[in-house]
Nanobody, 128 residues
Framework: EVQLQASGGGLVQAGGSLRLSCAAS????????LGWFRQAPGKERERVSC????????YYANSVKGRFTISSDNAKNTVYLQMNSLKPEDTAVYYC?????????????????????WGKGTLVTVSS
């Protein structure tokens, strides 16, 4: 059974930092791409970043480039999202998801961003 467990959310002031973690199990971690997505109240879910765990290639939404860093620890089957210089507009429920690498490298924007495996979200609240 595929499981993705996100953690690390919380309340932080604008300009602060948080690190999210996503522990994965039940699939070949090295053969997949893992991504971070977020959904703010009243808005559609959007992809924030993704990583191809086999080669470490990373991809980011323009809104977070230069502020967020995605990384993976393949030995621990865990993906991280380091979020710096947080803004109130970063407030959202953050989800991790996984699927084949092409969904990441092509920045696929179709249904569910091509991701079949989703974890429960973790809430990030950035106060102004």
């Amino acid at each position: 059974e595929v499981q993705l467990q996100a953690s690390g959310g919380g309340l932080v002031q604008a300009g602060g930092s948080l690190r999210l973690s996503c522990a994965a199990s039940g699939f070949a971690f090295d053969d997949y791409a893992l991504g971070w997505f977020r959904q703010a109240p009243g808005k559609e879910r959007e992809r924030v970043s993704c990583i191809i765990t086999e080669n470490g290639s990373t991809y980011y939404a323009n809104s977070v480039k230069g502020r967020f860093t995605i990384s993976s620890d393949n030995a621990k089957n865990t993906v991280y999202l380091q979020m710096n210089s947080l803004k109130p507009e970063d407030t959202a429920v953050y989800y991790c998801a996984g699927d084949l690498p092409w969904t990441c490298s092509s920045w696929y924007v179709g249904p569910d961003y091509g991701m079949n495996y989703w974890g429960k979200g973790t809430l990030v609240t950035v106060s102004s």
